[in-house]
């Protein structure tokens, strides 16, 4: 089978072009930094101004914020469970996480149940509230009672 020669040169042309995009993709593949998980702030900061409007968004994110909390409380309960030492400020200052916890999870109630702009808006400020007393209760339990 006789190939005329500017067909070749096209095939050629075509897995050269090739092997060069396999290979730039292997250098983006190397050059990829993972991204890191937003801070609490951050995350808080991507929902403060939710509108009514946007309680589904608001909500989801909300269940996030929730659900990283319960994480942080449960790395602090693993670590107590392996400690030995006095544990009555530990116990002390981990009432505050807890309380904080339960009225995050109150002020969440209190959202589901908003029906109107203003409730709603209300409710998200109380959350916001919360959020930061939860963190601050985490953060409290990491840098003294921790360390």
Do not use: C
Not at 26 to 39: C, F, M, N
Not at 96 to 115: F, G, H, K, P, Y
């Amino acid at each position: 089978m006789n190939i005329p020669a500017s067909w070749r040169r096209l095939t050629l042309a075509g897995g050269l072009l090739a092997i060069w995009a396999g290979s730039a993709v292997v250098r983006l593949e190397a050059q990829l930094v993972p991204v890191p998980e937003a801070t609490a702030d951050q995350a808080w900061a991507e929902l403060k101004d939710d509108t009514y409007d946007q309680r589904g968004h608001f909500t989801a994110g909300v269940n996030r914020l929730s659900g990283r909390l319960d994480e942080q409380i449960r790395v602090l309960r693993a670590k107590r469970a392996g400690m030995t030492a006095d544990l009555k400020d530990w116990d002390f200052a981990m009432k505050d996480v807890d309380d904080a916890r339960s009225m995050l999870t109150s002020r969440m109630t209190e959202l589901s149940q908003a029906n109107t702009p203003e409730t709603w808006l209300a409710a998200r400020d109380n959350i916001g509230d919360a959020w930061k007393r939860a963190e601050a209760a985490v953060d409290k339990m990491n840098t003294t009672v921790t360390s």
